[in-house]
């Protein structure tokens, strides 16, 4: 099978490299295996150069420009277009909805279109972004209504989408190696993900290491302005430490080592980490 799918993250993005860029990789390394051929559309940012992984092909799109909004619309620009190149070329095409860029896949007929649903923000949009979140809000009331075939991170969005149709659940999954970890007691709560103040709530976690005497690391790395604003907000607590980015040993070290984890998400699909921390008996 030919597959093209449209998402804007990617894992080496600086600003939305989270758990949606994981998922995709994960889940197509995987059918790339059995022999399917993937064409991943993504959004181009500072330095990122076309790759492919044997079947698996990913192509950057749109503005290299160092500014999250301008690549974001370059990228909507820009897939928009490819979407109608390239139907011919592939078995199915799959959009990742975000408001932020919808690419409006619904009005091809042939080959079928897809929609994946990883969260769902409603009112949160408009407490971020006020009046100008608006149109956001109303394509996200909308426009995942317009396709008949979905892919959800849990069933429950199908309720808050009010969708029809047919749909598929696919959950997030972990790296089962987590299992055999041994856990220890570090002293310490856990925070690791994207440095994003409002959608990961960290203002919130903020006031709370403020109250208390309890030891928390935050690891993971976002927009240079948030990780500055964090960093005020907790300059006069030793009781946190900001670890920046953990991958492999380092971050499974943290993941065993912690008391628990901490997602005070205002809004999330399915958070990897929270499974990830549960397999390593958190």
């Given amino acids: 099978m030919k597959i093209l799918h449209f998402l804007y993250d990617h894992v080496k993005n600086p600003w939305v490299g989270g758990g949606g860029a994981i998922r995709l990789r994960e889940l197509y390394t995987r059918l790339a295996a059995r022999g399917h051929h993937i064409t991943v559309i993504t959004g181009k940012y500072p330095g990122a150069l076309d790759y492919s992984e044997g079947t698996l092909e990913f192509r950057f799109v749109g503005s290299d420009s160092n500014n999250y909004v301008l690549s974001t619309l370059a990228y909507a620009n820009k897939a928009i277009g490819l979407i109608r190149a390239m139907r011919r070329e592939v078995d199915v095409i799959i959009e990742d909805f975000a408001p932020w860029n919808p690419l409006f896949a619904h009005k091809i007929n042939s080959p079928p279109v897809v929609m994946q649903i990883q969260n769902f923000l ?77 959608q990961k709530g960290l203002d919130v976690l903020a006031r709370a290491i403020a109250s208390t005497d309890a030891r928390f690391i935050i690891a993971g790395d976002g927009k240079q302005a948030e990780k500055n604003r964090l960093a005020q907000m907790l300059a006069s607590h030793d009781n946190a430490l900001l670890a920046g980015f953990a991958s492999g040993p380092d971050k499974d070290d943290l993941l065993r080592r912690s008391l628990a984890m901490v997602l005070p998400s205002r809004y999330e699909g399915q958070g990897i980490v929270l499974l990830e921390g549960a397999a390593c008996g958190k």
């Fill in 122 to 198: 409603g009112t949160e949009i408009l407490r971020k972004y006020n009046v100008l979140g608006l149109p956001f809000w109303l394509i996200e009331r909308y426009y995942p209504k317009r396709l008949k075939h979905h892919v959800l991170m849990v069933d429950a969005l199908a309720r808050r989408f009010d969708l029809k149709g047919t749909q598929a659940v696919v959950s997030n999954g972990i790296d089962s190696g987590l299992l055999e970890l041994a856990p220890e007691d570090g002293g310490y709560f856990l925070y690791m993900g994207r440095l994003d103040l409002h």
